[in-house]
């Protein structure tokens, strides 16, 4: 995949996708093609904005699989997620959860998986439960191949900075949403509770290190 450059507006990067959903059709010879797409944490902010994306570029419903805690639920490895094109993980990775994927399943001619779009980027935490890669990617390298004893590939896309790609929006979205908080800092409640989190967090980076100064 070529490097991509940030969008003026959401209108341009849906058109730019659907053209090329369209030369995808162009050269199948048929009218239209979609791939099939599973979102797991779909109930999330991320997973909802990965599912209304691909409905605002055509994909439509039947083709689009909404997992999040009660599909999640009986613990992975899922070979369900190998009859879909399309793998976009959003999870919010809190603790060590069974895996979704294993590069061994990946190893096989007969699935249909071939694009895992990694939207929480957990490549570096122990608890990752897609343990295929182990780097994040880039605007400008935007997927990594998996390296597999198969001739199907399968590519991952892992950038941890995605809204990027909507300069403009995303930062008019996050103001939006951070202004009413603004306006009552300190009292809020939300920024007494991250105070909180904070100070819990440097006292125990203290003790850590204090640890092993000792050694």
């Not at 059709?25 to 099939?36: A, C, H, N």
């Not at 403009?168 to 009292?187: C, D, G, I, T």
Request: charged letters at 25%; glycine letters at 4%; aromatic letters at 8%.
């Amino acid at each position: 995949m070529a490097a991509v450059k940030p969008y003026s507006n959401e209108a341009l990067f849906i058109e730019h996708i659907r053209q090329q959903l369209r030369q995808v059709s162009k050269i199948k010879g048929v009218p239209e093609v979609f791939p099939r797409i599973i979102v797991i944490g779909a109930l999330g902010r991320c997973g909802r904005g990965a599912v209304e994306m691909a409905y605002k570029i055509g994909i439509p419903k039947s083709a689009i699989a909404e997992w999040d805690l009660d599909e999640t639920k009986a613990g992975g490895p899922f070979k369900e997620i190998l009859e879909y094109d399309i793998l976009v993980n959003c999870i919010l990775l809190m603790e060590k959860i069974p895996l979704f994927l294993t590069k061994e399943m990946l190893e096989t001619d007969e699935r249909n998986l071939s694009m895992v779009v990694d939207v929480s980027c957990d490549p570096n935490s122990p608890y990752n439960p897609l343990p295929f890669y182990d780097s994040a990617t880039t605007f400008d390298q935007p997927c990594v191949r998996v390296k597999l004893n198969s001739s199907r590939p399968v590519d991952v896309s892992a950038i941890d900075h995605l809204p990027s790609v909507l300069p403009r929006e995303s930062s008019e979205r996050f103001a939006n949403k951070m202004m009413p908080y603004l306006l009552n800092l300190p009292e809020d409640p939300v920024w007494v509770r991250t105070k909180e989190m904070f100070d819990k967090k440097a006292e125990e980076a203290k003790r850590f290190l204090d640890a092993g100064s000792l050694h």
